[in-house]
């Protein structure tokens, strides 16, 4: 089945503690991206991935970092997370840039930093 | 960057009745307008999108519309049933790679 997988889908940590999301797919897609979504904001692109080791901020990337050594894998690591990274995040993909096909989206994870 | 404003943030209608939520766009050269529906605790998911060269698609009781000229984009849901509550989102193009979203609208269907 073609998919996005997150993990955690929840995780309540501290402030200063690093923490890494992981983001999977199983289609070969080129393009990657990561969203937080608040209440009342939306969704907002936080990086987003053309390809392998291709990665760009989106717009709001104050406070995360990416990595895209494999084309299946886009990690979000937040080095030093603070309480207004407190979101629900989701990772996405589609087949590549410029393309206008949908993007899928994982189920999502839940961040609360205390 | 792109502003993508999405109204209204709150909808609610009568089953079997019409649902219209509206979205403007700042930027002239976003080229792909897709809107996704969230239903709680779930992921976006994509029922619907338009290219900037074409005015209208409809896919059974859901169409989208689109002035380019206007920069602005509409979503109609027909026949509203309580399945359809959720929160909507549309989002615009920009570029290769910056899907702006609009700031959703939740639509209550009342049985």
């Known amino acids: 089945e073609a998919q996005v997988t997150q993990n955690p889908r929840y995780l309540i940590t501290v402030t200063g503690k690093k923490l890494t999301v992981t983001c999977s797919q199983n289609?070969?897609?080129?393009?990657m991206s990561w969203y937080r979504q608040d209440p009342g904001l939306g969704l907002r692109q936080i990086y987003y991935s053309m390809n392998v080791e291709v990665t760009d901020k989106g717009d709001v990337p104050e406070g995360y970092k990416v990595s895209r050594k494999e084309k299946r894998n886009f990690p979000l690591i937040l080095e030093s997370p603070s309480p207004n990274q407190t979101s629900l995040y989701f990772c996405?993909?589609?087949?590549?840039?410029?393309?206008?096909?949908?993007?899928?989206f994982g189920d999502g994870t839940r961040l609360s930093i205390l | 960057g792109e502003n993508v404003e999405q109204h209204p943030s709150t909808l609610s209608v009568q089953e079997g009745d019409s649902a219209v939520i509206k979205c403007t766009y700042s930027d002239s050269a976003s080229n792909y307008f897709p809107w996704y529906k969230q239903e709680l605790g779930k992921r976006p998911q994509l029922i619907i999108d338009i290219r900037s060269n074409v005015g209208e698609k409809k896919d059974q009781r859901i169409a989208v519309t689109l002035n380019k000229t206007a920069k602005h984009f509409s979503l109609h849901i027909t026949e509203t049933q309580p399945e359809d509550s959720a929160v909507y989102f549309c989002a615009a193009l920009k570029g290769a790679n910056n899907l702006f979203f609009g700031t959703g609208t939740r639509l209550t269907v009342i049985p």
């Open positions: 289609m070969n897609h080129e393009y």
């Open positions: 996405a993909s589609r087949v590549r840039p410029g393309v206008h096909q949908p993007q899928h």
